[in-house]
């Protein structure tokens, strides 16, 4: 049973850096936040600022020099990276500028694959991935292959790719950042309403002032700390 006190995503303390020979590029100084679950938190600032290098980490997809990461109540910091993966799969989604979609697979598949990945029975995810396309608007284009869906439909099926696991947390980078401003204004439609009904907690980084003021909170980010909104 989930416990909904318990917050879907918490950073403390991250610091993240490079170093380049003799030189240290910091790019994370002691970031710390919490998302609450059903959160939508909108992650803004200028390029360079240290957000998606955040999102990364909050992601499980790169590791900080220090601090701790908390994924759905489970410390993440200093897992293998077989129950790390794991983790991931089953408490965090993901949405990119770029919808990532396999183009030899249709739009059902598509959104199947986190369920057949973790070894559920195929049918069982089929019937899972035609549930969230539904939910997304594309009931009628589970047979169709990437190549033949448009812009905002291909970030659709991107989108119900990354719920169909039922996660504490969708961490979205710049989901409207390849698309036209009508279909971009769909889509934050699309994402609020998801976020309202699901209950599903919502890490977004944008440079959208538009998506940006849709979010419950905004984190302001500025040479690689959060300055506001944490």
Do not use: W
């Not at 917050?7 to 003799?22: C, H, I, K, S, T």
């Not at 949405?95 to 249709?106: A, M």
């Not at 812009?151 to 710049?174: I, K, N, S």
Request: a neutral charge; proline letters at 4%; hydrophobic letters at 40%.
């Amino acid at each position: 049973m989930t416990d909904f006190s318990t917050p879907a995503l918490q950073a403390e303390n991250l610091v993240r850096f490079y170093d380049e020979g003799p030189a240290r590029i910091e790019v994370l100084n002691d970031v710390s936040l919490t998302v609450a679950r059903g959160e939508m938190v909108a992650i803004v600032g200028a390029s360079g600022s240290g957000k998606s290098t955040l999102l990364h980490i909050l992601g499980l997809l790169d590791v900080p020099n220090s601090g701790s990461v908390r994924v759905d109540g489970q410390l993440a910091t200093g897992l293998g990276e077989a129950k790390k993966s794991a983790l991931r799969n089953r408490s965090l989604g993901f949405v990119y500028q770029f919808h990532h979609l396999l183009p030899e697979f249709s739009a059902l598949d598509n959104v199947a694959m986190p369920l057949i990945v973790r070894r559920e029975n195929r049918d069982r995810a089929r019937l899972a991935a035609r549930e969230v396309l539904g939910m997304v608007g594309l009931a009628a284009r589970e047979g169709h292959f990437p190549g033949q869906l448009s812009g905002g439909e291909r970030q659709r099926v991107a989108l119900a790719r990354a719920l169909v696991t039922r996660p504490a947390c969708v961490l979205a980078d710049e989901p409207t950042g390849n698309l036209d401003r009508h279909t971009a204004h769909q889509m934050f439609e699309l994402l609020t309403q998801l976020n309202r009904e699901s209950g599903t907690a919502f890490a977004i980084v944008t440079h959208d002032p538009e998506l940006a003021a849709r979010a419950g909170r905004q984190l302001l980010m500025e040479n690689g700390r959060l300055v506001s909104g944490g």
